[in-house]
């Protein structure tokens, strides 16, 4: 319930508290006295537009606070304590909204700093404002749909086809990326089997490359590489007299000197050192001398054989490794081609399944759409009946378009629906679009609102300009609509012109601006017994009140 609305320098209102009650509320006044700027303060609160143009003129901040007793076990209190916005015991809501020329607009919520986003949560769960804007929305079929489900109690039902639509929706992406990476993978496939079976066939060995061009080297410069050993290990160790023998011969004497003085005993030890690594060096010569290759066949294999792996390397990177990698790579890129059609195979299965659920969910929640439309058209037509409307007639069409219907799921299901009424016997029912007269369409507006009074949660409910077109006995039947509203859970609230909707409310404030320091000022004060017959009053009588006007709306107040 709101308790409490203050409102400062916003619009024309200088500063404006209010103080409610439960029940029915009506705010009356003069066109133009500013009923509606209140009315907008509330919107605000519930993430309406800001805008540093709804600033009184001369000030530099606009503020809007309200105050709401709500519900213990209700969803707003769920949602706050959700959010940390409200502590366990509290049952008390205040919000605070401040514009500011500046731009830095700030949002209160229970004294902590918000953001838009919680106010406008809010909207359609705490407060819900009905207005001209409205009534025009209910030409939307949209609209039209969404006050279907909410009668028929189908939002279950919807959500959890919406969760199947969205799942197949998502797998039908799925697999149609999959269709199309398939395709462009087949494109390269002969490509990439290609590379493979000329990289895998050429049987790589990391380094090979660089073996073979020393293997080639050796080929190539073997009888050259012989001569010169041979140059070498000839006249050290194979030619008479060689180096060695000569060698050889002197070690007798080193003996024999270091028999008389042992002086030389470590020279002779280093000249036998000396006489052996040569020895072992002559060896090796003759050793290397004799692997000498000069196979002219050996060489043109190698030739060939390097021929192939410059080539791979030239055409698939920079190194004998580097083709190799591109190789596993080729192999990896069609193990994923093949791999690919198994994978759209189970994936195709899971999109006809989750079709097949979808379409039954939808098909299901079309069966349930047309007997709620059914229900719902007889009860619209009752409450029409109710406001004057005798002869009225509602039709809810509930159709499908033609066609498969697994592309004809939207996220609302298969159907399109459309409220049709006709005011007069022998008129053909035709889309509200259609209603010419603004007294119908807000009778129909509130027959729709009274409907789904019953199902709706949302505590505080204001309606704006909701007598547009309508008077005398309509007007009061609209007015004890709107009381019987607040007795199912609701606290209405009502701007209106017409004295017989005026008269049912439980409160009353009058809505008046005045001059003050040579600035328009609004202002709104609560009504007594007595300030009240004066409004009636006014608002029967305009301008000239007489005592029978008075008397008038004297008896009109005691009758309600």
């Known amino acids: 319930m709101l308790t409490e609305l203050r409102i400062r320098n916003f619009a024309i209102v200088e500063e404006v508290g209010l ?68 502590g366990l015991p509290e049952t008390e809501l205040i919000l605070r909204r401040i514009l500011a020329r500046s731009g830095r ?14 106010l406008q949560a809010l909207r359609g769960l705490l407060v819900d404002i009905h207005g001209q804007h409205d009534q025009q929305s209910l030409f939307k079929p949209v609209v039209q749909l969404e006050l279907l489900d909410a009668f028929g109690v189908l939002t279950e039902a919807r959500t959890e086809y919406a969760a199947s639509f969205a799942t197949m929706r998502e797998l039908r992406k799925r697999l149609e990326d999959g269709q199309r990476l398939r395709e462009e ?45 041979q140059q070498i290990y000839g006249p050290l160790d ?17 003996k024999d000197i270091t028999a008389i003085d042992t002086e030389l005993v470590a020279d002779r030890e280093r000249f036998e050192a000396v006489v052996r690594e040569l020895t072992d060096l002559a060896h090796r010569l003759r050793d290397y001398r004799d692997r000498l290759d000069f196979d002219p066949e050996r060489l043109d294999k190698i030739e060939t054989r390097l021929d192939l792996l410059h080539r791979l390397i030239k055409k698939y990177g920079g190194s004998l490794e580097e083709v190799m990698r591109r190789g596993r790579a080729a192999e990896q890129e069609l193990h994923e081609v093949e791999n690919l059609d198994a994978d759209l195979t189970g994936l195709s299965a899971e999109v006809m399944e989750i079709s097949t ?28 009946k109710a406001l004057h409307m005798d002869q009225a007639r509602v039709r809810i069409t509930v159709e499908q378009s033609k066609g498969d219907p697994d592309s004809r799921m939207q996220s609302t299901g298969l159907d399109e629906v459309q409220f049709l009424f006709s005011a007069n016997l022998g008129e053909p029912p035709l889309p509200l679009s259609r209603i010419a007269s603004g007294g119908e369409l807000s009778r129909v507006m509130l027959a729709i609102k009274s409907t789904l009074a019953a199902l709706d949660q949302v505590p505080v409910l204001v309606f704006d300009e909701v007598d547009a077109g309508i008077g005398g006995a309509v007007a009061e039947v609209v007015g004890k609509r709107l009381k019987q509203l607040s007795r199912v859970g609701h606290q209405v609230f009502c701007i209106t012109h017409l004295a017989p909707i005026a008269v049912q409310a439980q409160s009353h404030f009058a809505v008046s601006k005045a001059i003050k ?28 009140i007489t005592p029978k006007i008075r008397e008038t709306a004297k008896e009109m107040l005691n009758q309600s």
């Open 185 to 229: 993978r087949r494109t390269s496939e002969d490509f990439l089997r290609h590379q493979l079976d000329e990289i895998v066939g050429a049987c790589l060995c990391s380094g090979e490359d660089r073996e073979l061009e020393r293997e080639r080297l050796l080929l190539s410069e073997g009888r050259r590489l012989a001569e010169l050993v």
């Open 105 to 118: 607009h700030r949002i209160h919520v229970n004294g902590h700093p918000a953001s838009l986003g919680v």
């Open 517 to 544: 320091g040579g600035r328009t000022v609004t202002n709104v004060v609560p009504l007594n017994k007595a300030t009240r017959v004066d409004e009636i009053a006014r608002m029967l009588g305009g301008a000239t």
């Open 357 to 384: 659920i979808a379409r039954q969910q939808a098909e299901a929640l079309s069966r349930k759409r047309v007997k709620a439309a059914g229900d719902l058209e007889r009860q619209l037509e009752h409450e029409l």
């Open 238 to 254: 194979e030619e008479e007299p060689s180096v060695l023998e000569g060698l050889r011969a002197l070690a007798g004497p080193f």
């Open 19 to 86: 103080e409610f009650s439960d029940g029915f509320t009506v705010l009356t006044g003069e066109t133009g006295a500013g009923k509606s700027i209140l009315v907008d303060a509330l919107d605000l609160l519930i993430g309406g537009r800001a805008s540093a143009d709804l600033i009184r003129t001369g000030a530099e901040e606009a503020e809007v606070s309200a105050v709401f007793t709500l519900q213990v076990n209700g969803q707003v209190v769920a949602m706050l304590k959700a959010q940390d916005l409200l």
